[in-house]
């Protein structure tokens, strides 16, 4: 119908309609074809394509938990690396729980192009069955074949601790994800490590989910205990769970940063405009998404990842809410 249309071969409206039309078919040609395709409404039928290629052009990104605004970021970058040939789909568990292994087969069998899968666990990536079209976003201490892109959170974590330790705080408190996967893991280890190693008691924990709420509460709980036993500087594992620790704290009467200093990591886009604005770990979710972007697009066009592993930087950024130890 299309082809009748346009008064051209059928050969060149599907040529046209794949978007493989560069350098084969004339500028001519090719406008007649979207001129009958407008005209006609016609819709390409992406499911039978999908059943002569064995996959569709759709790639999903599995997350634990999107209520981070980091992923605000990381999500438009992925959408600008793969470009207009794919559409992009999410594929998000419950809060508070990683990725559960069973999603890994029903999402294959809808024949996507590609995964991501974010911030998996070592149950999640031994799930995945081998020629899987995948590429792993923010799986540090994960030893694994699969094309990675890394956060260098540890780095970050080590860092931070440095600081804190440079400003003469010697008691510390964590607060962590309730969401056992590796790079909650690997920040934890390598903050409370070094802080040992240069000194430091034994960091004290709570954990919570990913919200600034639960994260108060978690922090309200905690915080009678912490107190006692000397603590002046907290951590959240994200920056999220850094406001809660700024929400109650200021619930609490507790001044920032003078009782009591405050850090996070992510470096969201509001942290430099709180009062006093939030010390953070710099981690590039722009950078993060756009490197698996363009990783997974180069696997699903036959390609291969210019770099297999990649581990993107981090940076601690000191602002207002972390001061010398009163």
Not at 5 to 28: D, Y
Not at 81 to 109: C, K, M, N
Not at 147 to 153: A, G, I, S, Y
Request: with cysteine; charged share 20%.
């Amino acid at each position: 119908m299309v082809a009748r249309e346009a008064g051209v071969s059928t050969a060149t409206v599907s040529l046209v309609v794949s978007g493989k039309a560069r350098g084969r078919v004339s500028a001519a040609n090719r406008e007649k074809v979207e001129r009958a395709v407008a005209h006609l409404g016609y819709v390409v039928d992406s499911a039978g394509s999908s059943l002569s290629k064995g996959f569709s052009p759709v790639v999903v990104l599995i997350a634990t938990d999107i209520t981070n605004p980091f992923y605000a970021e990381l999500i438009s970058a992925v959408r600008a690396a793969l470009g207009d040939r794919y559409e992009l789909l999410l594929s998000v568990g419950d809060p508070g729980s990683p990725t559960d292994p069973a999603s890994i087969p029903r999402l294959i069998s809808q024949r996507p192009a590609g995964l991501l899968i974010d911030a998996p666990n070592a149950e999640l990536v031994a799930s995945l069955p081998a020629g899987t079209r995948a590429v792993l976003l923010d799986a540090p201490g994960l030893s694994t074949a699969w094309p990675t892109v890394n956060l260098d959170v540890a780095g970050g974590a080590a860092e931070l601790a440095r600081h804190l330790a440079d400003l003469g705080h010697r008691r510390v408190a964590y607060l962590d994800s309730v969401v056992e996967v590796e790079t909650f893991r690997v920040r934890r280890e390598a903050f409370c490590d070094t802080a040992a190693d240069l000194g430091l008691e034994p960091c004290h924990r709570a954990s919570s989910l990913t919200t600034v709420d639960d994260a108060a509460g978690a922090f309200a709980k905690a915080w009678p205990a912490w107190q006692a036993a000397g603590v002046s500087a907290a951590v959240g594992c994200t920056d999220t769970h850094a406001y809660g620790i700024l929400a109650a704290a200021r619930a609490a009467g507790v001044s920032v940063p003078d009782a009591l200093a405050v850090a996070g990591f992510d470096d969201l886009p509001y942290s430099r405009h709180l009062s006093p604005s939030l010390t953070s770990v710099s981690l590039p979710a722009r950078e993060l998404g756009d490197a698996a972007g363009r990783a997974l697009r180069a696997i699903i066009e036959g390609g291969s990842p210019q770099d297999h592993q990649v581990m993107l930087t981090s940076r601690l950024i000191l602002r207002g809410s972390t001061v010398p130890s009163p």
